[in-house]
């Protein structure tokens, strides 16, 4: 009964530490391990210790016999090789998703410099329809066309404000 329990508690810590589900991998401990060794640290502190609790149950549960010892030792060490191979593979997807996280984050900032660049372009167009009317007569314009045609650019209802204007509407 004791020795299942720590084959099970050994498991749940491997697998905690390779396949972080998120009640193991957001719990209040957990989080404190990860402030203090990173993600890969916290993964290999419990990968460790569910390998060594893994060991020693095989090695007490054994019996004498040779052949036994060492297919056991061989499991052991054969669990250890593919807790190293998923750790090995989670740092190639962590450092591919840091890349295409710095790919949003510059997509993120030309996003601002394009609305930016968008409202300098449009300035003289909003200069232009000042001209031609008033300003609350221009924002009850702008208003009106962004009711009937959602989701345009500012440049778009400046635009089809200032022809419908020309065009007599």
Not at 29 to 42: A, E, K, W
Not at 56 to 83: D, E, K, T
């Amino acid at each position: 009964m004791c020795l299942g329990a720590i084959y099970l508690m050994s498991l749940l810590l491997i697998l905690g530490g390779v396949c972080k589900p998120k009640f193991f991998w957001n719990s209040r401990q957990v989080l404190v391990l990860r402030r203090r060794f990173g993600d890969r640290g916290t993964q290999i502190f419990y990968g460790g210790i569910g390998i060594s609790l893994l060991l020693i149950a095989c090695i007490y549960y054994s019996p004498m016999v040779v052949g036994v010892n060492l297919v056991r030792f061989l499991i052991a060490v054969a669990a250890a090789a593919l807790l190293i191979y998923c750790l090995k593979s989670t740092s190639k997807c962590k450092r591919l998703a840091r890349q295409s996280n710095q790919t949003f984050i510059k997509l993120g900032l030309a996003g601002k410099f394009q609305k930016r660049l968008e409202e300098w372009n449009s300035a003289s167009l909003k200069r232009e329809l000042q001209q031609r009317v008033k300003t609350d007569t221009a924002e009850r314009l702008m208003s009106s066309a962004r009711i009937k045609n959602p989701g345009k650019s500012e440049r778009w209802y400046l635009e089809k404000v200032l022809y419908d204007l020309k065009r007599g509407r």
